[in-house]
């Protein structure tokens, strides 16, 4: 599988652009890096995905190096309610055993007023 | 709605007793998967299935089981043989095979073993 590796914890300033890394560098070709996020005792959320480029929605954007080992989620102006655990997953093909996700530990970020 | 019901969202239940968490979905989503969190730590996952009526194990399936008789259900037993049951279960649904859809997640249940 597909590892991922994510600074434990940041904290952001708000009103700021947080900038979360990510290392993934046993990545496959046809896998795909996904984000989420987790506040407090609910469920994660999707933020977005992408394969090898560059992505935005109306919530972050997605920075994928050239070489697929690393990749950077933006939130381009954090508020104190983006403050929550953040995921970067790789989605691992299994061929006939489908897909999965795994999930690390997540970086853990505070954004402070 | 569309969405991924986990009920209850907080289970009590004495050791050594087998208990059942329950897992809908009206996405028509191929894909469920369950997870376990502990405090303070990320996601685990327990089992996932790709289609009704296969399922795989994860990473940590021991004292788990599961069944998928219906597409849109995916209920996890967590049996008397799982030696530290106490823990948060996420259930999570996707297209399946497509690489490229995202899954969505339950809100939670919150099970302690007294």
């Known amino acids: 599988d597909a590892k991922t590796t994510q600074p434990t914890s940041m904290d952001c300033a708000e009103g700021r652009a947080a900038n979360l890394p990510c290392n993934h560098s046993?990545?496959?070709?046809?896998?795909?890096v996904y984000w989420y996020r987790q506040i407090h005792s609910q469920g994660p959320q999707y933020i977005i995905h992408?394969?090898?480029n560059n992505e935005t929605n109306e919530m972050a954007s997605l920075i994928i190096t050239e070489d697929r080992k690393s990749s950077t989620l933006i939130l381009p102006h954090a508020t104190l309610r983006d403050t929550a655990v953040y995921y970067c997953?790789?989605?691992?093909?299994?061929?006939?055993?489908?897909?999965?996700?795994?999930f690390g530990g997540g970086t853990r970020v505070l954004v402070k007023p | 709605d569309g969405g991924i019901t986990q009920s209850p969202k907080y289970l009590f239940r004495k050791e050594g007793q087998n208990v059942t968490l329950s897992c809908e979905q009206n996405?028509?989503?191929?894909?469920m998967y369950w997870y376990r969190q502990d405090p303070g730590q990320g996601l685990r996952l327990i089992y996932y299935?790709?289609?009704?009526?296969?399922?795989q194990k994860g990473d940590i399936a021991e004292g788990y089981s599961v069944s998928r008789e219906k597409k849109e259900s995916f209920p996890l037993t967590v049996t008397s043989a799982q030696k530290n049951p106490t823990a948060f279960y996420l259930c999570?649904?996707?297209?399946?095979?497509?690489?490229?859809?995202?899954?969505?997640f339950g809100q939670g249940t919150r099970l302690t073993v007294v």
């Open positions: 999570a649904s996707s297209m399946g095979q497509e690489m490229n859809t995202e899954a969505f």
């Open positions: 046993t990545i496959s070709g046809n896998e795909y």
């Open positions: 992408g394969l090898k």
């Open positions: 997953i790789v989605r691992v093909n299994l061929r006939a055993a489908g897909n999965k996700l795994t």
């Open positions: 996405l028509n989503h191929d894909a």
């Open positions: 299935s790709q289609i009704v009526n296969d399922f």
